[in-house]
């Protein structure tokens, strides 16, 4: 696309520069972070020496270990129960002719994205005070089913991506040889389906785990999650050992990304 | 039509609505449905110790503007909301500007690359984007709070005689708000840049246009559905806010986010609460007419 060695069309000066800033600003409060985690003194800013001190501080503290299991419990309930409301939903809204009511679906999927959190979470805190009342259960289902619905529609997106790559052709030929529609869903379009599938629960998953204001707002005593655990450590003096949840967390929240990014990825 | 065919028509849709009602459902009950609660607890009297009683009261409304004066026994505006309200969307707005104004650049840098390293830079704006809220809000905090990093650095190169005092500022607060959603600002501004035909650069500077007019008269009106949905993404969760405001702003420097969460609290005063919260959707709800309107005049221009 450039025309001359010294003037090239595409390039806006000093674009360059203000993204290679902004690529160093977005990473290097994130690496101080990680950095550290490792470190051996009390402090957040002076370096005392690499150590695991914080990672064990945060092995030995009960609170952390109960907070983590909420965390995977909830995520992994949201997940599960997102992703195949999500599957079916996304089954129901594309490779068919247009229905009326379409755009309503729709909406309501995407629902979620539009409301700012703090009034879904008033909402919710709302409804589940007044349940919890007259019930008495305190369970963790009032988490797993605030998360998997707004965890729907990002579980929505990547199955309904993949649906409409795929043509009927197969599931045309599979009912031609008398398969059931149960046995031509089974055998496949689910096959067929799941790496979107997978995609979608990996999304759901990261989307519930990285969750602070709906979960502040409805959990019941002893339910913190690792977010809302270090958002009430932040109220004392910030300590260490966020550091090294956090850089587990990051960690995991990586590994989920790039899996998902395998199971996406366009094949040449 | 024959029968046939509208029998099968009928069934299509039959299974559509069969297969999409779970995900209603769950939808209804734990995130719109909830909504409505809200608006009709916004008319409900306070409770003694949180929650509410069940009597009519329009005072949750009237205290999103006014304060009761009680010496003199009249309604008077309700100054510290009003400020809360207007820090809000002042502070959305300049985040807003200034996520555009290093957003843009990088997305510009991003889409020129060659299509082999783009998918490499584009994945490293969206880790951070999936990447917790509450950690990056850490991670900038730690950097520019009274006793971070950047003091520290800016104190031993001998560029300041005293720490600068950010924490629990606004200054500390913006830095901190554009720091997290910048993602979401770089994300819409590259899908419509990608698009966007280079030539047209070509054919302006052929017709001797300077890079500013190339900029001003070519570039920024093309992209201009990307500009929108980007300013939409970071303004309505910035005025939403609640987790970056709580740790860099502190006790004093609310937002509304905030403000709402402490009728809940301390406050212990639901109705209002509610109420607080209908207005934010409301203002959230003109953004996005806003933004739709904006998009569909494109269609009709475009």
């Not at chain 1, 600003?25 to 690496?31: N, V």
Request: hydrophobic content about 55%.
């Amino acid at each position: 696309m450039a025309r001359a060695r010294d003037f090239s069309v595409t390039e806006l000066p000093g674009a360059t520069l203000v993204s290679m800033l902004v690529f160093v600003a977005l990473y290097a409060p994130i690496l101080v972070l990680i950095v550290y985690s490792f470190n051996a003194g009390e402090s957040v800013a002076v370096w005392g020496g690499l150590s695991l001190d914080w990672y064990r501080a945060a092995w030995a503290n009960d609170q952390v270990k109960e907070a983590t299991w909420v965390s995977l419990k909830v995520a992994t309930g949201a997940a599960v129960l997102s992703t195949a409301l999500a599957t079916m939903a996304a089954l129901g809204t594309t490779r068919r002719p247009a229905f009326r009511g379409q755009t309503f679906v729709y909406v309501m999927i995407n629902q979620p994205l539009m409301v700012p959190e703090i009034v879904t979470a008033v909402a919710l805190l709302l409804v589940t005070a007044a349940i919890k009342k007259a019930t008495g259960y305190t369970g963790l289902g009032y988490l797993i089913v605030a998360h998997a619905a707004f965890c729907i529609p990002f579980a929505y997106l990547p199955i309904r991506a993949r649906l409409e790559g795929m043509d009927l052709t197969l599931e045309t030929a599979a009912a031609d040889l008398y398969a059931s529609r149960w046995q031509t869903f089974r055998r496949v379009t689910l096959p067929l389906l799941m790496p979107g599938i997978l995609a979608g629960a990996m999304l759901a998953f990261v989307t519930s785990l990285d969750d602070v204001v709906i979960t502040e707002f409805i959990k019941s005593p002893g339910q913190d999650t690792l977010p809302t655990y270090m958002l009430g450590q932040l109220r004392r003096a910030m300590k260490p050992d966020v550091n090294a949840i956090s850089t587990l967390l990051l960690a995991l929240t990586l590994v989920l990304l790039s899996a998902f990014f395998l199971l996406t990825r366009k094949r040449k | 039509m024959s029968p046939a065919e509208e029998a099968v028509r009928r069934e299509n849709i039959k299974s559509a609505w069969q297969l999409s009602a779970p995900a209603l459902l769950v939808l209804t009950v734990a995130a719109v449905g909830p909504l409505l609660i809200v608006l009709v607890y916004s008319f409900l009297t306070p409770g003694t110790h949180g929650n509410v009683e069940w009597v009519f009261s329009l005072e949750g409304w009237r205290g999103v503007l006014f304060d009761h004066d009680i010496f003199e026994d009249k309604l008077v505006l309700a100054d510290g909301n009003l400020t809360i309200f207007w820090r809000s969307v002042k502070l959305s707005f300049i985040t807003t500007v200034l996520t555009f104004i290093v957003g843009f650049p990088t997305a510009w840098f991003i889409a020129t690359r060659s299509p082999a390293s783009r998918a490499g830079w584009l994945f490293l704006i969206t880790i951070p984007f999936w990447t917790n809220l509450l950690i990056r809000t850490f991670a900038i905090n730690q950097i520019i709070r009274n006793e971070g990093v950047l003091n520290t650095l800016l104190l031993k190169a001998g560029l300041v005689s005293a720490p600068l005092q950010l924490t629990y500022t606004d200054t500390a607060l913006l830095i901190g708000m554009v720091y997290v959603y910048l993602p979401l600002m770089v994300l819409p501004l590259f899908a419509t840049i990608d698009r966007f035909d280079m030539r047209l650069l070509e054919a302006g500077y052929d017709l001797y246009a300077s890079r500013w007019q190339v900029l001003r008269r070519v570039i920024l009106p093309i992209i201009r559905p990307g500009i929108v949905a980007g300013s939409i993404l970071v303004f309505v969760p910035c005025l939403g806010a609640y987790v970056t405001p709580r740790i860099l702003g502190g006790g004093k420097n609310m937002m509304i986010g905030n403000f709402i969460e402490l009728q809940f609290g301390q406050g212990k005063n639901w109705p209002l609460g509610a109420a607080l919260s209908v207005t934010l959707l409301v203002i959230v709800t003109i953004a996005l007419l806003v933004y739709v309107k904006a998009i569909s005049g494109e269609r009709k221009n475009g």
